[in-house]
């Protein structure tokens, strides 16, 4: 039932667009009852959040052997659900939604937010525990430092972002969180030598 | 009457918010005419924006001696700007309008975009004059890492964002362009030393 509202909820996104979209007609559709829509979705901006953008959980965070080959599994996974049609049609609208319902920011920050933040801070982990990082960062300036960058590229400055733009942005995302670890960690001056 | 037209727009933006401001509105209480206002800006929305963010030009970009401490000039001046609540008001009604009004961003593109860009290529001219980045870097792609990525986490994220942040993401930045700098014009396995 949660696939059939997900495919139904990017369905009317895409034909109607987000602004029109009703619960109703999500559950017509799907021919499920509403309530049922409810208790899984406390809105249909989370609803069309998770259909569109978040699949409910964050990927599971690969390990790839290095920090930077970490970073680009996950913002290539991001990259494909973002700049989807049915996401850049909610996207917007979200953003706008979100500055004037703090319910629903806050429900948007405990959940998604912190989920995709968590992935991060195992990313970091492992780079410490590889040697690639002089120490932990924050989780959350490391999130926003790649997919808060990937969103603004695709939403806000609404630049063309292919996967070559996706790989710039995965090195200088790498080269910054190594940065701020020096910065925070490391011995001045005497930069790691890479093994 | 430049000066009494953007004041009177941001005392509306904060008084009625960016939704409900007029044109008229801000010509009777400017006491000035629409046509002079139309003369300046093509619609509501490029007023606002002037009023509250761009201030019409870039800040002029400073030469502080360092590529880091140039970047730090340009991003607490244009936190500042991004930061206030008229600025705030707007920010996420603008970025939905633009999503949905190919007109006003390619304005939003060909006016304002490209004028920070092309402050962002001044400053990476001069870390390369300077020997601090191995060659050049897409000014776009700069532009995106620092101030995207403060428009992030301001009007996306809606993270507390002070100096500390701002810090923050001016260090990630200014390691990501040197790193995306030596991936294009360094020579391999041998980063430049420190001077």
Excluded: W
Excluded at 60 to 76: F, Q
Aim: charged share 20%; aromatic share 4%; glycine share 6%.
């Amino acid at each position: 039932m949660d696939h059939r509202i997900l495919q139904t909820t990017r369905e009317l996104i895409e034909e109607v667009g987000y602004p029109a979209l009703t619960v109703d007609q999500v559950a017509t559709r799907a021919g499920v009852g509403k309530a049922a829509i409810y208790r899984r979705y406390a809105s249909k901006a989370e609803m069309a959040f998770v259909a569109t953008m978040h699949d409910r959980q964050p990927p599971p965070s690969v390990d790839t052997g290095s920090l930077h080959g970490d970073l680009l599994a996950l913002a290539r996974t991001f990259h494909a659900r973002m700049a989807a049609p049915a996401a850049r049609q909610l996207a917007p609208a979200l953003i706008s939604e979100l500055a004037v319902n703090p319910v629903l920011d806050a429900r948007f920050q405990d959940t998604f937010l912190a989920a995709e933040q968590a992935t991060f801070a195992e990313i970091i982990e492992r780079a410490v525990a590889r040697g690639e990082l002089a120490g932990t960062v924050d989780p959350a300036m490391a999130h926003l430092l790649l997919l808060g960058c990937l969103a603004s590229a695709l939403y806000v400055l609404c630049l063309p972002v292919d996967d070559a733009v996706v790989t710039d942005l995965v090195t200088a995302a790498a080269a910054g969180i190594t940065a701020l670890a020096e910065r925070d960690h490391g011995v001045s001056g005497a930069p790691a030598e890479p093994s």
